[in-house]
Structures are given as C-alpha cells and as structure tokens.
C-alpha cells in the first residue's frame, strides 16, 4: 500500500516535471503552466480532497468587492447549505466557479463581485451568530443579497426584522399582473383619498 502510495506520487511530479519543461520549449505554453500548477499537490486540496478543508484551523481568504476576510472553514460550516459552506465542499473547477467569480488556489482566496458592505454584516451572523441590517441600503437590495448568499431573513435581530417589515409596507407594491391604475379607491371623492387607501392597506394587507 505505501509502495503504490509513493509510485504515484513519483509518477505525479514526472508528469509535472514533463509539463513544466514542455511550457518552456512550446510556443503558447500558458495552458502547460496552468496545468503544472493544477496538479502541484499543494493546490490539490482545493479542488480534489475537500475533506482536508475539513481540518481544525484551516482559513480561507474571501475577496468581496476589494473588501478582505480571513475566515476559518469551521466558522463557514455553521450554516449548511449557504453559498460560502458549498464552496468549501466544491471539488472541481467548474463547481467553485458556479459559486464565485474567481479564485487562487495558490493564495487560498475567492473573489465575489458582491457588495462589500452588506457582507460586513453577513459575515457578522457566520462569526457571532446575529444578522442585522446595513445601514443606508435598500431593503430590497439587503434581502437580494441575503438570496445570494444562501441565507434566510429569517436570521435577523428582531430589532432589525421590525425595520425590515416596516419598511417593506412602505415599498411600492410589485405589480402581479394587474393594473395599479385601474384599482378601485374606496375613499374617491373623500378628504385625502389616496392617503386613506394607504393607510387603509397598511392594516387590511400588511
């Protein structure tokens, strides 16, 4: 068993060897290079051995619009199934690419084109367990990120889901397929028609 171990470990860095000669001697070696660094066994763990992300201690650098964060996988493992906890578990290229929008292996770093600001507080839930909402951004942009990051709203402070739903009856209704305008005012022809429907929705619709 460690007699087959080592052959293909030796077998491993020949092919290595032979690819990174090959990049120097071959016009256009730039894929050769990419290859000789796919298979260096320091950059295996990333891509092929997923469990060794699973080791006490291990961090990860996550790049999210310029904005940096060492992390420990651990702390990422706390909410499965959110974005950040697949991508500890991806084992190829193409799954880590469907998760983010770059990565170095060599680096140990992933790049999000995300905003870095909302993130501040999204990391905040992985690290101390509360969410709480970005000061200054919409709602609706806040519960879009929350949707990318594989994270419910369920998991806000309480303090913060009451600002959220306060706000959200202030938001314009989506249209579902019927005509805002064509809707029928109870209140027409009364003293402040339009702001006694609002009101009147606020109790009857929240």
Known sequence: MVRSCTLARQTQENVSGLL????????????????VEFLNPENQPLLARASDRGQSGGTVILNVGGSIHQVKWETIDKFPKSRLQRLRYATSETAILALCDAFSLGNREFYFDRSPRVFENILGLYRKGELHLTESVCPRDFLGELEYWGLSPLYLEPCCAYTLQRASWLLPIVDQGA??????????GMCCAKLRNVIWKLFEDP
């Open 20 to 35: 990174h000669e090959l990049s120097f001697e071959m016009p256009g070696g730039g894929a050769l290079e990419a290859a």
């Open 179 to 188: 005509d805002n305008e064509d809707e029928i005012n109870p209140f027409d």
